[in-house]
């Protein structure tokens, strides 16, 4: 890689981690900064690796295959799989991922917990929210999650940790502000009905400061740091 773009890369994450890092400090908070790195190449990876980056987020399974085993070198590094799982293609996830944060199904949860080897700790997953209730969206509605909540508590390879949603596009300021806080309120919900859960994963480049405001503890952010995607 050239390195003015290499520095350039560097450069925009340092930016985007600070501001994550003064606005979790603002809302009293942790919050882990997961590099969303679809569609760009294993060498970018490996370069925010180098500089102390070591939360990534795919959302393609096969793209996210072949980076996977080129960069298997890395131990440390934590992918976190963000979108769609086909069912033919649990079994890669559940051998390699660290987390899933889009379960929206219990036969997606149940292979999960199936095929993850007993040589591993349990799997981290989300439950993903359709939380403005978008036609052609994924996720679940809000009435459906406590019995897939409480379900996936019982499978023994998994560990349900919370929730995720993508905001509606195009959001005011106060829609996000009440989608993500219905969300937090969501979690609340969860914890009250026992469940050990203390994740919200919510915001992305352009909505992380009211999802930080809101108690996301993970954001997933990718142009701001990688540039446009094609
Ligand atoms: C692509 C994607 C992101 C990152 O989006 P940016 O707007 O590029 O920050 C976050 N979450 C999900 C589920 C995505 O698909």
Partial sequence: MQADIMSMLIQQWQSVRQQCASLAAANGHAVTLIAVSK????????????????????????????????????????WHIIGQIQANKSRSVA?????VHTVDRAKIARRLSEQRPDTMPPLNVCIEINIAAEANKHGIAADELLPLAQYIATLPRLRLRGLMCVAKADSTGAELTQQFTQMQQLLATLQAAGLAVDTLSMGMSADMDTAIACGATQVRVGSAIFGRRQ
């Avoid at 925010?48 to 960069?71: H, M, P, S, V």
């Avoid at 051998?95 to 987390?99: D, G, L």
């Fill in 95 to 99: 051998e390699r991922a660290h987390w």
């Fill in 39 to 78: 569609t760009f190449p294993a060498a970018d990876i490996r370069t925010l690796y180098q500089a102390g980056q070591r939360d990534f987020g795919e959302n393609y399974i096969q793209e996210w295959q072949q980076k996977c085993t080129e960069l298997a070198d890395l131990d440390d590094l934590a």
